[in-house]
Structures are given as C-alpha cells and as structure tokens.
C-alpha cells in the first residue's frame, strides 16, 4: 500500500461550516451496526426506515454499513419508531453528531483520493494493521527520503511534492500514539527492496528506516522471498484493519491501481484474512528480518 495519495484533483476544497472533531469514520460504523439491530428487532425493512426520514432503502443501507453520517434529527425520528429510548436513545444521538465531523484528512482533501479517505481514516481509528506488499514499500515504513521520491516518480507538481511528504510522514504518527499505538505487521516482498527508488543513498537510508522500525515493540516485519508471496497473495497489496471497538468488523483494504476495493461480506473478509496468515508462515520469521535487511544493505 505504498502508493495511497498517488493521484487526486489538484483543486482545493471549498470551505464548510464548522463540523465536530474528531474522524467520523467510527461513530459512523457504530451508530449504523445498531441502528441496523434497532430495526430488525422492530421488525422493519430498509425500504421501511426510509419512509421514516424521507429517503430511499440505499440510503439506509449506507447509514447502516457506516458509509455516510445522519443528521440528529434523522437518528431521533428513526429511533422513535425503532423503540429506543432513555440512555441508549441519548448515546445514539451523541454519535449522530460525530458522524458529521470532519475527517482527519479533511484540510488535505484536494491531494487524498475518495477512494483511499476511508482507509485513511481507518488506519488512524485502528488498533492492528495488517499488510502484505510486493512492489514498494507500505506507506507506514516509508522513509522520508523514499516517500519524496516515489512521489516525485509519480510525476506530481514539484510545488505540491513537499506536501505531500509531510502528510504521508504525518501518518506515520500512528506508530507512535499514546497511550495505545497502532500494531503493525508487515510483509513485505524482498523484490520491493530491490527496486531502485532513486539512487543508493534513498534505498540505504529506507532499509536502514525499516530496520530502526522492527526494534518497536508494535512493529513486525517480515521479509518473503521475490515473487513466493505473490502467488500467495494474488493480484495485488492486501492491507486488513482490526478495530478497537467491540463488535465492529474488520476493514479489508485492496489497493488496485487508481482505485480500491472494500470487501464488506464476511466470508470475504475471512478468506482475505486466510491469505494473510498463508503469507506469514511462507516468508522468513520476524527474527530474521534484521539480517536480511542487512544483506541488503551491503548491496546498495
């Protein structure tokens, strides 16, 4: 997942009116798992709740599966007829006002693709991050120096490179959360070390970066053999998140190109979370990555 933010519209974005802090994407995953449970023990369909708030069975289902956020106003005439009250009522209503805030990104939107913002806002919400890449190296390890030149091999504007730098470097906060930092394992294909990235100096200074990295406690990597994860993983980066938050479901994450994929059914994301584990028995173990690495290094 090394190239999120790679492409975008260059134009900013307009200014909106003062929203709550705070990322949305949790309260909305919350808030739309248990109005889903409110209105099935109250024996509605979605094409029912959507009469109640004067919209359509798609717009339900995309409050229900965390995809947009809902005006107080909408969640309380839902939750009247649903039968919620006291306690449960006030929490629901309390989330609703989270839903609408904006997202982490926000102030970067013009450079952040709609289809990475939900990942994005995932990676910062999570506990466990799980991620397989073949070609470069995930945005997470990324050192400065390789992030500056990935994205100057993308070809965008030299006066917006920098930018981009800081906000991928700003990601990597993550890492370093208190008091909970974000877990982070990697596999990473051998052959993404191999790749030029610019000159020596930028691959020297990036393997030195990662082998700095597996020596935190919240960080594994692991380094499988060229083209061997490949066939395991398919076509392309696999990235899964787990949520801190009980009963939510796990994010797959499917970088493809210009674009992504979010496997939402369950046994997708089972099967998705099978391969991953496929890719950590076939690579080499954790203990040896910092002798691999330094192999590497001696080459460059």
Known sequence: ?????????RQPSPARPARAHGDPLVPRMLLGRRLRELRERAGLSRRDAGRIVHGSESKIARLEQGRTGSR???TA?????????????????????????????HDDGDIVPSWVRPYLSAEQAAKLVRTFEAQFVP??????????????????PEDEVERRVEFRMRRQRVLRRRPRPLNLWVVLDEQALW?????????????????????????TVQIASPGASVRAAGDGPLTLVRFPQQGLPDMVYLE???????????AEIERHWHVFNTLVTEAAPPERTPRILARLLATF
């Not at 030029?196 to 919240?218: A, K, V, W, Y």
Request: glycine residues 10%; hydrophobic residues 35%; aromatic residues 6%.
């Open 77 to 105: 005439r839902l939750l009247a007829v649903y039968g919620a009250d006291g306690d449960e009522r006030t929490t629901l209503l309390a989330l609703a006002e989270q839903t609408t805030a904006r997202a982490w990104w």
């Open 195 to 219: 790749r030029p990235i610019d000159g020596p100096e930028t691959m020297r200074g990036q393997i030195r970066h990662i082998m700095q990295l597996c020596g935190r406690p919240n960080v």
């Open 256 to 266: 493809r190109g210009d674009g992504a994929g979010y496997p939402v059914r369950r």
């Open 1 to 9: 997942m090394a190239s999120v933010t790679r492409t975008a519209s």
């Open 139 to 156: 945005g997470l390890l990324q050192s400065e120096g390789y992030a500056r030149a990935l994205i100057r091999r993308a070809n965008h």
């Open 72 to 74: 107080p106003r909408e």
